[in-house]
Nanobody, 120 residues
Framework: QVQLVESGGDLVQPGGSLRLSCAVSGSIFRINAMRWYRQAPGKERELVATITSGGNTHYADFVKGRFTISRDNAKNTVYLQMSALKPEDTAVYYC??????????????WGKGTLVTVSS
């Protein structure tokens, strides 16, 4: 059993910063790519950022230069540092990971999300 638990969501003013965390626990053999998605009210879920097992990162255009994804492999945790937040960043942020639970068997796992609200 593998679990992803997000934390760090909060109410923040426009222009502010926030750091989200996603802790992976359970029967983990290896963690490959990790991603942050978000879903705003009435909209589809969209990919925000990806980090590979080797540390390569990719960002959606709408967060480039403002958000940074990172990972701490020793802690099985991935982070999303968000700065210069805008009201349109308001969404539930979800963590997703490609996780091996045996040497050659993997699944894509999701967390339950954490709410980020950007408002004055």
């Amino acid at each position: 059993q593998v679990q992803l638990v997000e934390s760090g969501g909060d109410l923040v003013q426009p222009g502010g910063s926030l750091r989200l965390s996603c802790a992976v626990s359970g029967s983990i053999f290896r963690i490959n790519a990790m991603r942050w998605y978000r879903q705003a009210p009435g909209k589809e879920r969209e990919l925000v950022a990806t980090i590979t097992s080797g540390g390569n990162t990719h960002y959606a255009d709408f967060v480039k230069g403002r958000f940074t994804i990172s990972r701490d492999n020793a802690k099985n945790t991935v982070y999303l540092q968000m700065s210069a937040l805008k009201p349109e960043d308001t969404a539930v942020y979800y963590c997703n990971g490609d996780i091996y639970y045996t040497i050659n068997t993997w699944m894509s796992y999701w967390g339950k999300g954490t709410l980020v609200t950007v408002s004055s």
